[in-house]
């Protein structure tokens, strides 16, 4: 295959750079659906969130307290939302070299992605793990407002690795 490890290298970065630019505007969405939200939905999904946090920043406080530190201020941190960035870099990163490579994996132009990250991380490793409370706990907005997001976050990445990919 020409260029054999250097495309494959290649494809990974401009991954995690198209995940990092999704992750921004879903965060852009996500705020604006948020502000907009019913306050009696909003004041639910802060009672269910441990610690009153998002799960970002659960993790990131578990970490610092698995070290022996305290993170000041605890929401937002600078680790929080490097866990968060986290959280759409990794997988775009894979997304970047595999979406092509892998029949299905680009389908719906990033949205079938997008879905994928809502199904896996928020609505299940996050409460598996205890960084969030299960889906139940959190009132329909949220979920709504989550699976918005993330439908953005999906679409743009992979939007990102085309324009990427035209350079």
């Known amino acids: ?6 495309r494959l290298v290649g494809d990974v970065a401009k991954g995690a750079v198209a995940g990092a630019v999704g992750v921004w505007l879903m965060d852009r969405v996500g705020w604006f659906l948020y502000r907009r939200e019913d306050r009696a939905a909003l004041r639910r999904e802060q009672a269910a969130r441990p610690e009153g946090k998002d799960p970002a920043h659960v993790a990131a406080g578990k970490v610092a307290r698995a070290l022996g530190l305290r993170l000041s201020p605890a929401q937002p941190h600078p ?3 490097v ?3 986290a959280l ?6 894979l997304y970047g070299p595999f979406r092509r490579r892998v029949k ?4 719906g132009r990033g949205v079938l992605y997008g879905l994928g990250l809502f199904l ?3 609505e299940g490793l996050a409460p598996l793990l205890g ?5 139940a706990a959190y009132p329909w907005q949220a979920h709504a407002r989550g699976l918005a997001a993330h439908l953005v976050l999906g679409a743009v990445t992979d939007a990102a690795l085309d324009a990427m990919d035209r350079i």
């Not at 759409?88 to 990163?93: E, N, S």
């Not at 299905?104 to 389908?107: K, S, V």
């Open 131 to 135: 960084l969030a409370a299960g889906p």
């Open 79 to 81: 680790a929080g939302i």
């Open 1 to 6: 295959m020409p260029g054999g490890n250097g």
């Open 104 to 107: 299905g994996l680009g389908a």
């Open 120 to 122: 896996v991380n928020d």
């Open 88 to 93: 759409g870099v990794v997988p775009g990163a």
């Open 83 to 85: 866990v968060h960035y």
